[in-house]
């Protein structure tokens, strides 16, 4: 079990992007045996259906191989292994601790021969253009300052034909909802934080890094921007969650 962490997280407008990176790294390295309960309970078991609609989009059709970036304790990676038996997929994330819990899950799953973890950046990706027919992210790209960056190294791998997905909270604009999550992340999620997690302040975090997402037109330009054609952008649960998509065109 993890040590409790007493800390206090300046707000991500306030930081440099390596300062912001150092906090990323530090704050899942102390919250990973916490970290699916804490998703599953925080989210009301949303993030699994969330995650189960992002497979079903996927479709594979050359390689036969999935990436998933910034994987943590591979929830992403199980789910695609499990519902598409022929691919092989690998996991990557910059944090030790979140993949040796994922390893003890993939194999107590039976899927260590199909599903491989390994420590990796997301923006410098170890493998070779055109590697993986879909490479997904979940909660991932929320945690990296420069976007734009990850977004063209997952473009990179992927091969022409082969989709990028994003799956990532974002802040509601209905006004009535907006309320309701407002009070949600900023008073209930930290209390309960506090009551259950080793280090509270990264709840703090979250809700902070929520409401400084760019909304899901401006993501979907992102995407556009580095190429990416067909972006399709789906809201999961009234639109607290969003699943983008997009295709790396022929010839890039
Ligand atoms: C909220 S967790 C999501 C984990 C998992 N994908 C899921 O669905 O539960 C965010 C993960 O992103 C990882 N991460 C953040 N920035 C990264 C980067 N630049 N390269 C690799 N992993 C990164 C963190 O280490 C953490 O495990």
Partial sequence: MEKPVDRKYPS??????AERIGMVKEMFSTITGKYDFLNH?????????????????????????????????????????????????????????????GKVKVEKKGLDRRITLMQGDAL??????????????????????????????????TVPGGAVMVLEMTFIQNPLFKLVYHVYLNHILPRLAKRFSPNPAAYHYLADSIMNFPQPDAFAAMMEKTGMVNVTKHPLTFGVTYLHVGVKPEGL
Avoid: Q
Wanted: aromatic share 12%; hydrophobic share 50%.
């Fill in 41 to 101: 309970f925080l989210s009301l078991r949303r993030d699994i259906a969330w995650r189960r609609f992002t497979v079903k989009k996927m479709r594979f059709f050359k390689t036969m191989r999935f990436l998933d970036v910034a994987c943590g304790t591979a929830d992403l990676s199980i789910d695609a292994a499990m519902k598409y038996g022929g691919i092989s997929v690998t996991g990557a994330d910059f944090v030790f601790e979140m993949l040796e819990h």
């Fill in 124 to 157: 410098e990706l170890p493998f070779r253009d055109n590697s993986f027919d879909v490479v997904g992210i979940a909660f991932g790209i929320r945690n990296i300052p420069d976007r734009e960056r990850a977004l063209k190294e997952m473009l990179r791998v």
């Fill in 12 to 17: 991500v407008r306030a930081v440099s992007e």
